[in-house]
């Protein structure tokens, strides 16, 4: 049980009841010449059980962002998880004496919204010689007493937490530049995952936080623990694949899932970062286009969406934009002022709470169900994969996008024949995720034909839209 003093619990009671931004609206519905009828109905985190979804809550750690301006609207937006980054300079910063209490404002309240906070032990510590570089990009520690100092910090940490986390990532992208080798990292990865399994033998271990696919990283890593009989110290591999269109980055995710399955099949590969700016010249990766906040929109539904249909687990970055030393990280679907407050929710953050709504642990891929995407001389053009609500025993659930060209280069709707088998659609609707719009199909604009539903006439963009039986989308009517 932990313990947190008086000031402490003020301090969170005060989060609670924070307040801030100016709530812009989400994304205009794009008309498509059907029939509204409703909008998604979205849910808060608390009232979700499980999902897949989590989104980037990092860079606290040397308050590029600030909990507080931008908590608020983290439940709302429906994620069960968020990411955030441990911050050892920030919280030791004199020689085994530990100010925890940024720390406790965050994983407390984090979980007290029906989020769960999952940490990357990440960044080293001036304080201690050789301690390593506290930013994107550093060395890890090397020196004998700064690795002794970083094990102190590891295990307090999750001594304090482990109550609130049980999933821990080991660095932060330790390939940047060459900053670490892979051998260094792999020798480090293992030393401090038997530090975390120490105090919280139930614990998911990390692996990686890779900028970009790096399969030889993770191959070093993983034969590194192979050779030390130690492949039960990690549970996934992390990896963040910055591509201007988001739908690009497939053919090298499947090297990596396939190179790691053959170390262990119990190990799977895990999306830990990853998003598009809103505007041109950010900081960091994909500046170098002009984004809006629809296309940004755009990329982070057909990124998530890809993911979620290929199993694998995924966070968006980020909840916030994020004020570097240097110029401002534009990847947040919160907008900021000048002060790091809070100014407006972007069509992200809009089209994420709409997508965290329907597609919760319930809505699962299933084998039987399958639906082609007939467009025209654009063969191959489309993203089109099935799913089937509550646990699969539900009704259809057909998410389609063209997956041609970065989001927002060419936006123009078209329609798309679409033929779905395995599951018969008897009341379809027609759902808009970048705005929420619900829509219904007029009768007979689909058809039974063979053992298939058949749809004609589907409207289909560069962003995510899904067809569906009406029961299995949560809708708010007439809205």
């Known amino acids: 049980m932990i313990s947190f003093s008086r000031r402490t619990a003020l301090s969170i009671a005060a989060l609670c009841v924070a307040t801030h931004a100016v709530r812009a609206a989400p994304a ?44 608020a609207h983290l439940g709302p937006l429906g994620v069960k998880k968020a990411r955030i980054q441990a911050g050892w300079a920030k919280t030791e910063r004199t020689p085994r004496r530990y100010d925890w209490r940024w720390l406790d404002e965050i994983i ?46 590891v295990a307090g940490f999750v001594t304090r937490y482990k109550r609130y986390v049980d999933e821990w990532e080991i660095w932060n ?3 940047l530049r060459g900053a670490n080798s892979s051998r260094a990292y792999a020798r480090f990865y293992l030393r401090t995952a038997r530090v975390i399994r120490a105090r919280q033998p139930d614990a998911k271990l990390l692996a990686c936080g890779m900028a970009g ?41 499947a090297k990596l899932r396939k ?31 002009d984004w809006t ?8 539904l057909r990124r998530l969406m890809g993911d979620h249909a290929r199993g694998i687990e995924t966070s968006l970055f980020s909840i916030c934009d994020m004020h570097y030393t240097s110029r401002r990280n534009y990847k947040g679907i919160l907008a900021t002022n000048a002060d790091k407050t809070v100014h407006h929710r972007k069509e992200a953050w809009y089209a994420f709470r709409n997508l965290t709504a329907v597609f919760d642990a319930t809505a699962k891929r299933t084998p039987e169900v399958t639906c082609t995407v007939d467009a025209g001389t654009a063969a191959g053009a489309h993203q089109a994969w099935a799913f089937r609500a509550d646990g699969g025993d539900g009704g259809a659930i057909l998410a389609v996008w063209r997956s041609t060209d970065t989001p927002g280069k060419h936006p123009d709707v078209r329609r798309v024949r679409l033929a779905v088998r395995g599951a018969r659609i008897g009341d379809p609707v027609w759902v808009d995720l970048l705005s929420g719009a619900v829509c219904e199909f007029p009768v007979g604009s689909w058809r039974i034909e063979g053992d298939a539903t058949v749809f004609d006439a589907v409207p ?9 039986e009406a029961s299995a989308i949560p809708i708010a009517r007439g809205r």
């Open 460 to 468: 289909a963009y560069d962003s995510v839209v899904l067809v569906a």
């Open 213 to 253: 696919i790096k399969v030889g990283l993770a191959k070093a890593v993983l034969e590194h623990l192979k050779r030390n009989d130690a492949l039960e110290f990690v549970d996934f591999v992390t990896y963040h694949p910055y591509s201007y269109n988001p739908d690009a980055s497939y053919g090298a995710v």
């Open 259 to 289: 190179a790691v399955k053959g170390f262990s099949p119990r190990i799977d590969v895990r999306q830990g970062e990853n998003g598009a700016p809103s505007r041109r010249g950010s900081f960091g990766a994909l500046s170098n286009n």
């Open 108 to 153: 407390v309240d984090m979980t007290r919204q029906g989020v769960e906070p999952w940490v990357c032990l990440c960044y080293g510590n001036p304080i201690h010689e050789g301690g390593g570089g506290t930013g994107l990009g550093d060395g890890m520690p090397t020196s004998a007493p700064a690795l002794a100092a970083w094990d102190r910090f």
């Open 28 to 71: 205009t519905a794009v008309d498509v010449g059907l029939r509204r009828v409703g909008t998604v109905r979205t849910r808060p985190a608390r009232e979700i059980a499980s999902s897949t979804w989590s989104v980037g809550a990092e860079t606290m750690d040397r308050d590029f962002t600030v909990y507080r301006h931008w908590r």
């Open 293 to 300: 906040e629809t296309s940004q929109a755009k990329w982070a």
């Open 173 to 175: 992208e330790p390939g």
